[in-house]
């Protein structure tokens, strides 16, 4: 049982390069969320997704793109990085009005 | 805009002592959560508070909720080293608990010392 999972871990890209970060989860949890976490900033919630095909906008989502053709996978779309993208990336599920679990993050560095 | 504050940022305590964080927030939320995160890993769950005057303790954590006041604390009892983390407090966003988003506060980075 893994619970939530990030892959990948670690990154480091180039400006103007994409990715995709993968988040699975095996809780059968109905919502997923994407956030950042950046120094003295707490944690921000970039998209969300209340159920498989469904997506919505958090509070910083410019420059990101996701998608939920799965109910167990969450993905989270760079399509040009910048340098201000540098951050640690969590995502978190959850059924609703319970607690989220969060997976391990992906330390994403962009030069 | 929905706003969570919390204070301190920073704390440091001596073994032994009694300390409260403290979480203000700007919604009409009646539900909060606590969460724990360790230096460079992944964020915990210790407390979801669902009513007016909950309170809920495990350990030496014991959290509160004034939905009036729209304060929530965290009192710690006789600090231990086990405790040192960054702790974060979070309320439900727009949409309400129906959508499931959280706003969070910025933490407190909480630092036990012998």
């Known amino acids: 049982n893994a619970g939530v999972t990030q892959t990948p871990k670690f990154r480091v890209l180039k400006t103007g390069q994409s990715m995709t970060l993968l988040c699975a989860q095996d809780?059968?949890?109905?919502?997923m969320y994407w956030y950042r976490q950046d120094p003295g900033m707490g944690l921000r919630l970039i998209h969300y997704?209340?159920?498989?095909?469904?997506?919505a906008k958090g509070e910083v989502p410019d420059g990101y793109n996701v998608s939920r053709l799965k109910k167990q996978n969450f993905l989270l779309g760079l399509e040009s990085a910048a340098p201000s993208q540098t951050s640690v990336y969590f995502c978190?599920?959850?059924?609703?009005?319970?607690?989220?679990?969060f997976g391990d993050g992906t330390r994403l560095s962009i030069l | 805009e929905l706003k969570v504050e919390q204070n301190p940022l920073f704390l440091s305590m001596q073994e032994g002592k009694n300390y409260t964080i403290y979480c203000n927030y700007s919604?009409?939320?009646?539900?909060l959560y606590w969460y724990r995160q360790d230096p460079g890993k992944s964020l915990e769950s210790l407390f979801v508070?669902?009513?007016?005057?909950a309170v809920k303790q495990e350990g030496r954590l014991m959290a509160s909720l004034d939905t009036k006041a729209r304060l929530s604390t965290l009192h710690i009892t006789a600090a231990v080293h086990d405790l040192s983390a960054t702790y974060f407090c979070?309320?439900?966003?727009?949409?309400?608990?129906?959508?499931?988003?959280?706003?969070f506060g910025k933490g407190t980075k909480l630092s036990v010392k012998p």
């Open positions: 978190a599920t959850n059924f609703p009005y319970q607690p989220q679990h």
């Open positions: 809780m059968n949890h109905e919502y």
């Open positions: 997704s209340v159920g498989e095909g469904t997506t």
């Open positions: 919604t009409t939320s009646d539900r």
């Open positions: 508070l669902l009513s007016n005057g």
């Open positions: 979070a309320v439900d966003g727009v949409g309400g608990g129906s959508q499931g988003n959280l706003i």
